[in-house]
Structures are given as C-alpha cells and as structure tokens.
C-alpha cells in the first residue's frame, strides 16, 4: 500500500480504494516525540514565526518522515494548507488538492468525490465498498464516546486520543479497532467518576497540549465529556453514502453548522461549561465570537502556540474557570435557581 499524506480530515474512503493508506500528519505531528525539531525543520526553511503550529509540524513531517504524496485540502479547512502546497511541490512532493464544496450539499460533494476518485484512478463505488468496511470501527469509536458522556468510565483524554485518530485510524483501522475494543472492555469494569463531577465541552480544533490538558482538568475537579471536532472525525451522523456522510460532517462548512451540532450535544451530555481552544495565528479563533453570542454556558477560550504543555498562565485561567463553575453549580445557588423558576 502506498502511503498518502493528509492535512486534516478528508475522505479517506476514496484513498484507501486507490490503493492508499492515509496517514494524518497532524497525528504524526503531534504524537511524535521530535515536535519541537518538527517545527524547527519548518522555521528553518522560512516558514515565518506567526504561523500557526501545526502547518508548521506538518511542513515538518513532509521533510522528514519521507511521505512523498499529500492530499492537501484546499476549502474547507485552512486557507494556511494553500501556500504549504505550493511549498511541498517546490520541493519535489506529488501534492494533490481535495477541495470541499462551499456548502454542504450532496449534488455538489458527488460531484468533488468523483473528481477524486478520478485523479486517484478509482471508482466511488469501490469507495462506497470502503466506507461499509469502516461503519463498524467507527461505530465503535461513537460507542467509547458514549462510554465518555454517558456512562463515565472514559476520560476526556481518551475520548479525545481514540476520536482524533479515526481521521486515518493511524494508517491501520483493524490494529485500531483492535486496541479500541480492549480499550472498551477493560473501561466496562471501572468504576464510573462521581456525578458530582464537573461536565465540561471541548470545542475547536484539537490542542496541541492536549495530553497535558485533559488530566490537568480532571485534577482541577472537571472532566470533559464532549469533544467537539475530535467527534465529527468519527463521523457521528454516517448518512445513507460516502457524499451524505461528508455532507454531515460539520468541520469545513459554515461555522452555524457546528453551532446546532455543539448546542444539541451540549444539552444532551448535561455540559456545565465550555473551553474553546483556538490556535495562535489561526483564522479560526475569529470564531470565537459566534460561539459567545450562540452558546448560552460560560466558556473560556483558550489559545494555544507552541507549548506542548500547559504553561502556568493557562493552569491558573483553567483552575479559575473550573472554580468558577464549581461556585456556580453549588448547592445554594441551585437553591436560589430553583426558587426563582
Ligand atoms: S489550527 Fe487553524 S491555522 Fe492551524 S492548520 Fe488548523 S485551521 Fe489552519
């Protein structure tokens, strides 16, 4: 199987019917052990200081892990991913584009996927094939979601560790399925965490602290119970088609589309607060002021670069959001709460 570089979320259904095993750099990036050298590597051949982490790390990947084929998405995702194609095919990488359609509409999102199945020498059909295979993966990744919110007995760093990697299934979705379904039993026989338990969201694209963030959380007093983008990579709406299950896909649409999706899933896991994370240097952060006017939960935003870790500026503003919560939810305020309604 040849492999096939990715930037972010893409039909893998179509690749993987090439012939292609495709692998999220972003994973690669941020799993591996080199990231400081990684974005070095990138700095190094100019790309600038304000420019966000993770294009700079998957730059990096591209250099020195010799994949030689990228699939770069050029709408719907980072208008960043734009100017590191042109720069990937400056140093002689096989870079193909995969553009989502401007809105999610299955005529047009047909239309896209059988463009690529061209280029790449398949057939939808045979991608269709494809996707059946994955139903039962991915439901089983929904299902260690479900195990999250409503059970208790994963973490949030779980949840966000086995939903992150159903981008590409690190490049073997049987060996994930695998560990995911130890995983699954070995957290049917824990004890469930508190109900008094804080219940917070993670909304925006993955942290680059992330494991860091979420234990640091549940010592605070909190855990996470919803992790927004990570989940729509386990395609938690499939549809009838591989153009359906795409079209539902919240991520490279308007932003109102994630907002019903954060909104339903907020009521439904019972969130009491809300971090929003937003990279430094990324348009997306702009975001942030739709979700104050549109989400009706305390939310802290919080913006991340390139520390792996929480630095001790987040710690405090984390500790005191979670405090602030805490106060919030005790017992005398839900009284006066009550008495008011
Ligand atoms: S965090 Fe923002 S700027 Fe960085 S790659 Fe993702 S979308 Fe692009």
Request: proline residues 5%; hydrophobic residues 40%; aromatic residues 10%.
């Amino acid at each position: 199987m040849k492999q096939i570089g990715i930037t972010t979320t893409v039909p893998i259904e179509v690749l993987m019917a090439a012939g292609y095993t495709p692998l999220d750099l972003n994973n690669i990036f941020i799993g591996s052990s080199e990231r400081e050298q990684l974005v070095n590597v990138a700095e190094q051949d100019g790309f600038p200081q304000n420019c966000c982490t993770w294009i700079k790390g998957i730059y990096g990947v591209c250099m020195e892990y010799g994949i030689n084929t990228i699939l770069c998405v050029t709408n719907g995702d980072c208008s960043n991913t734009i100017m590191l194609m042109e720069v990937l095919k400056l140093k002689g990488l096989e870079v193909i584009p995969f553009a989502y359609p401007d809105q999610p509409d299955v005529k047009l999102m047909q239309h896209a996927l059988n463009a690529l199945a061209e280029t790449l020498g398949t057939t939808l059909s045979g991608a269709e094939e494809v996707r059946v295979e994955l139903e039962r993966v991915r439901r089983l990744a929904l299902g260690l979601d479900e195990l999250t919110w409503k059970d208790g007995v994963v973490s949030g760093l779980e949840n966000h560790m086995a939903l992150v990697a159903a981008s590409d299934f690190g490049g073997d979705y049987r060996e994930y399925e695998h560990r995911l379904g130890e995983l699954v039993s070995q957290a049917l026989t824990r004890e469930p965490y508190p109900d008094d338990c804080l219940r917070l969201a993670y909304i925006g694209v993955p942290p680059v602290f992330a494991v860091d963030f979420y234990p640091f959380v549940e010592r605070t007093g909190a855990r996470v119970v919803f992790n927004e983008v990570q989940r729509q990579f386990a395609m938690p709406s499939p549809g009838g088609s591989i153009a359906e299950q795409y079209c539902h896909y919240t991520y490279p649409y308007s932003i109102f589309g994630r907002v019903s999706d954060i909104n339903a899933q907020l009521r439904k896991r019972r969130v009491d607060g809300v971090i929003h994370y937003v990279q430094a240097f990324c348009h997306r952060g702009i975001g942030d002021i739709i979700f104050r006017n549109s989400i009706d939960l305390p939310i802290l935003t919080l913006e991340g670069n390139d520390d792996f870790m929480l630095n001790h500026h987040m710690r405090t503003r984390v500790e005191a959001f979670i405090d602030m919560l805490k106060r919030r939810s005790a017992p005398a305020s839900k009284a006066s709460y009550g008495q008011k309604s």
